[in-house]
């Protein structure tokens, strides 16, 4: 419960990742370091978490996050800057406009740079004449000190001696004991990324087998169709070609949700998706995938509603959120039969919000529950027979994972399903 050291710690958690190279959670730490530093109105450690954060995303390839938030420390040095973060920011500025290919404005930060390094280097200088001259006046002391403690010194002599004999025997016992403790760890690693790479090839083989048979099922599904058009288009008969038609519609529309999906874990695996969280309302995303599926829902009498309140703010990629939201709802209306209901809703808990969509449909089995998110699973038909792509749940858990948050699922056989996942809230509002 101590709000003005907790910062500091966020802080030193986010150089400490920044150290390791993960980037993701230096971020995560230097974020929620400044909405607790303004609301005490540390504004000078706010510009240096934020030029912590534009270094991570400019050291990870990332310029366009790295420009956010260099922007707004640029905006604010004048106000509560030092010149030290005046050279800084215009550092990096300079390395980010050159990576997007402005050479122009390259140039100019890094002439402003260079104009603020000078200053800090004649502030420097003037600093080490003052250390010199305090130095000087220390020599004259230790010169008036050493002949006084050079007796002492030789007495000493004997007993460090057999002190050094000591740590050196102690320092052999370190050695051996650390060598000992290093080769038990390289060899739990090694055993360790076997294992995972014994977990890899099983997923890819899974994931490969779900592609193989889902591409394929909606596109056999397609075969003959134009044969069948002709066919039906010399009979004149307008029923079958209306059913052909809406046999078309769904394959197609399966096969590109699978697409979709299929793409979107494919670069959320390879680092291509950007990570660019802001501010954002909950409740507005969850009324524009509301109303996409409002005529799904129809179709089926469902009732579908949004009761998250307006205003629920949190700080998140929504894009991600949107693709996670609208998968989830996908799936409950696919799984809940005529007459049921389907709602979005939230909770704040902490530093969070938690999301859940909820459904009346036909239950998942408990053994089945820890098996959601991950390949393992089948592809099960809807209420309706709709299909599945098998990827949408894995893909929701990645995306969650990556907006630091978490994901679960609470589902009862025969009483319906409630998905829930969480979102870092804006702390300071």
């Known amino acids: 419960n101590d709000s003005l050291n907790l910062p500091l710690l966020y802080q030193s958690m986010g150089e400490a990742w920044k150290l390791k190279n993960v980037a993701d959670s230096a971020a995560y730490y230097f974020q929620n370091s ?91 200088a003037q600093q080490i004449a003052k250390a010199e ?19 002492a010194q030789l007495l000493s002599t004997q007993n460090n001696l057999y002190l050094a004999l000591a740590l050196g025997l102690l320092s052999l016992l370190l050695v051996g004991t650390y060598l000992f403790w290093q ?145 989830l709802v996908n799936n409950a209306i696919k799984f809940t039969p005529k007459g049921g209901e389907v709602s979005i809703g939230t909770e704040m808990k902490g530093d969070k919000i938690f999301i859940s969509i909820n459904d009346t449909g036909t239950g998942i089995a408990a053994d089945k529950v820890q098996q959601l998110f991950t390949l393992q699973k089948k592809s099960k038909k809807g209420t309706a027979g709709e299909k599945g792509t098998g990827l949408g749940l894995m893909l929701c858990k990645d995306l969650v994972e990556m907006n630091r948050g978490t994901i679960r699922a609470i589902s009862e056989l025969g009483k319906g399903s409630s998905f829930i996942f969480s979102l870092p809230k804006i702390s300071n509002l």
Do not use: C
């Open 34 to 124: 400044i909405p607790i530093l303004e609301l005490h109105k540390d504004y000078t450690y706010a510009l240096n978490a934020r030029l912590s954060l534009a270094q991570v995303f400019q050291t990870n390839e990332n310029p366009d996050s790295s420009l956010y938030y260099l922007q707004q420390v640029e905006a604010q040095l004048p106000q509560y800057g030092t010149v030290a973060q005046y050279e800084k920011t215009y550092a990096l500025l300079s390395k980010v406009y050159a990576k997007k290919g402005d050479f122009q404005k390259a140039l100019q930060y890094h002439q402003a740079f260079f104009a603020y390094h000078d200053s800090l280097y004649t502030e420097n």
């Open 133 to 151: 001259r305090v130095r000087q006046n220390i020599d004259e002391y230790k010169t008036e000190k050493e002949a006084a403690t050079l007796k």
């Open 183 to 327: 080769l038990r760890k390289t060899k739990l690693a090694l055993e360790d990324k076997n294992q995972q790479l014994a977990d890899l090839n099983a997923t890819k083989d899974k994931f490969f087998g779900i592609i193989a048979h889902d591409i394929r099922s909606p596109i056999t599904a397609l075969d003959s169709v134009g044969e069948q058009m002709h066919y039906y288009l010399k009979k004149d008969d307008k029923a079958k070609l209306e059913r052909l038609a809406g046999r078309i519609e769904n394959t197609t529309s399966r096969l590109s949700s699978l697409l979709d999906n299929l793409l979107q874990w494919a670069l959320l695996q390879t680092g291509m998706i950007p990570y660019q969280p802001t501010q954002m309302d909950v409740q507005k995303i969850a009324q524009e995938n509301v109303d996409l599926y409002q005529e799904v829902a129809a179709l089926k009498n469902i009732k579908l509603q949004n009761q998250v309140t307006s205003n629920t703010l949190v700080f998140a990629d929504s894009r991600a959120v949107t693709t996670i939201i609208r998968n």
